[in-house]
């Protein structure tokens, strides 16, 4: 009779921990058995699928560095991109991408540069010809790491562009120095521009 008390308590404590164990196993919990559900970042947000950082900061990027308008649907899809990130480390991270952008898209220089890149590419392609015939020394942009540091001077004429200082007065109609303040994106739209109302001015023949 003992032996069978000691079996049968030895089968108890099997299925004791059996139950115990089991489903744990299998994701549930030890009170009801039901399968442990995990919500992550993007799912809280009811995001279809969520953005690693390196991809959710690449999108930002591409919304406020381009030159394109950055229009409201823009502004909503690299939101997209805040929002519906993996974790919320990687939407804070990408929200300082969005601010540092759009606070780029303000400053003087790039606001120059989206100009610049908005022209069609003949006349962008005129004014990187007009420039480096004019003061060669400076190049043109991406081709010199020194570029906006270089300054042409040559008896009276001013910057990339050798501008005459009436032609630039009138050309840009702004109180900028282009020795010293304008950027070449600057300098270029402005040239282009007035290329065009007096073909025969300061450029008649240069980058054509």
Same mark, same amino acid.
């Given at each position: 009779?003992?032996?069978?008390?000691?079996?049968?308590?030895?089968?108890?404590?099997?299925?004791?921990?059996?139950?115990?164990?089991? @489903?744990?196993?299998?994701?549930?919990? %030890?009170?009801?058995?039901?399968?442990?559900?995990?919500? +992550? $970042?993007?799912?809280?947000?009811?995001?279809?699928?969520? $953005?690693?950082?390196?991809?959710?900061?690449?999108?930002?990027? +591409?919304?406020? #560095? +381009?030159?394109?308008?950055?229009?409201?649907?823009?502004?909503?899809?690299?939101?997209?991109?805040?929002?519906? %990130?993996? %974790?919320?480390?990687? +939407?804070?991270?990408?929200?300082?991408?969005?601010?540092?952008?759009?606070? *780029?898209?303000?400053?003087?220089? !790039?606001?120059? *540069?989206?100009?610049?890149?908005?022209? @069609?590419?003949?006349?962008?392609?005129?004014?990187?010809?007009?420039?480096?015939?004019?003061?060669?020394?400076?190049?043109?942009?991406? #081709?010199?790491?020194?570029?906006?540091?270089?300054?042409?001077?040559?008896?009276?004429?001013?910057? #990339?562009?050798?501008?005459?200082? @009436?032609?630039?007065? !009138?050309?840009?109609?702004?109180?900028?120095?282009?020795? $010293?303040?304008?950027? *070449?994106?600057?300098?270029?739209?402005?040239?282009?521009?007035?290329?065009?109302?007096? @073909?025969?001015?300061?450029?008649?023949?240069?980058?054509?």
């Amino acid at each position: 009779m003992l032996i069978y008390r000691l079996l049968a308590l030895i089968v108890l404590v099997l299925l004791a921990i059996n139950i115990l164990v089991s @489903p744990a196993q299998s994701g549930g919990t %030890t009170l009801n058995d039901k399968p442990i559900v995990t919500i +992550s $970042y993007w799912q809280m947000q009811n995001c279809k699928h969520g $953005y690693s950082r390196k991809h959710a900061i690449r999108g930002v990027k +591409s919304v406020v #560095y +381009s030159v394109k308008r950055l229009s409201k649907k823009r502004v909503r899809q690299a939101k997209k991109f805040i929002k519906c %990130t993996r %974790t919320i480390e990687s +939407s804070q991270v990408a929200r300082k991408v969005f601010r540092k952008g759009h606070k *780029w898209r303000k400053s003087y220089e !790039a606001t120059w *540069w989206i100009r610049w890149n908005r022209m @069609p590419s003949n006349a962008r392609g005129w004014t990187i010809s007009t420039s480096s015939g004019e003061s060669p020394r400076c190049g043109v942009p991406g #081709y010199r790491k020194d570029f906006h540091k270089c300054i042409a001077r040559q008896s009276g004429f001013l910057s #990339y562009f050798q501008w005459l200082r @009436p032609t630039w007065n !009138a050309a840009c109609r702004c109180r900028i120095d282009p020795e $010293y303040g304008a950027t *070449w994106h600057h300098q270029a739209v402005s040239a282009w521009y007035w290329h065009l109302s007096h @073909p025969r001015g300061q450029w008649p023949n240069t980058g054509e």
